[in-house]
């Protein structure tokens, strides 16, 4: 997989960045188990950041398991 994909969130870390709500670097659960990959061939995309979305609301109820993953690309 890494010969041919970027773990983005990786890539965006190795910036600094990133912005996580957990102390586990890239978690969205317990472990880091969600991942965002680009094809190396996709020249064109370079990624600016890299972000775990807290979603729990005034409740403490989260909206998934899973906390959302996004990614921010410059587009060449």
């Known amino acids: 997989m890494s010969a041919t994909y970027s773990d983005n969130w990786a890539a965006a870390s190795d910036k600094g960045a990133t912005t996580n709500i957990s102390p586990c670097d890239g978690c969205t659960?317990?472990?880091?188990i969600d991942y965002i990959?680009?094809?190396?061939?996709?020249?064109?995309?370079?990624?600016?950041?890299a972000e775990?979305?807290?979603?729990l609301d005034g409740n403490g109820y989260m909206a998934s398991d899973h906390r959302p993953v996004v990614v921010t690309y410059n587009v060449q």
């Open 29 to 32: 659960r317990n472990t880091r």
């Open 37 to 49: 990959f680009s094809s190396y061939s996709a020249w064109f995309l370079s990624v600016q950041s």
């Open 52 to 55: 775990i979305i807290d979603t």
